[in-house]
């Protein structure tokens, strides 16, 4: 029964992103263990508030990273 931990920042991801990461991250898993232990493979998707995360020393809010995905 694996427990998957997806840290994310809060206000990056809408809640369609969400299931969409949940739902790819269950079939990779599934992928490695076998069908039969989807339905006890758990996903949480924990939001971490902006400027609580830090790469470098540098402090991450939302708008920082959607300007990275925009590249």
Known sequence: MPLIDVHVIKNV??????????????DVMVEIEGEALRG????????INEGDWAIGGQQLTAKA???????
């Open 40 to 47: 006890v493979t758990w996903v949480r998707i924990q939001e």
């Open 65 to 71: 990273v959607h300007t990275m995905q925009r590249g």
């Open 13 to 26: 991801f809408n809640a369609e992103q969400k299931k969409e990461i949940i739902t790819k991250v269950t």
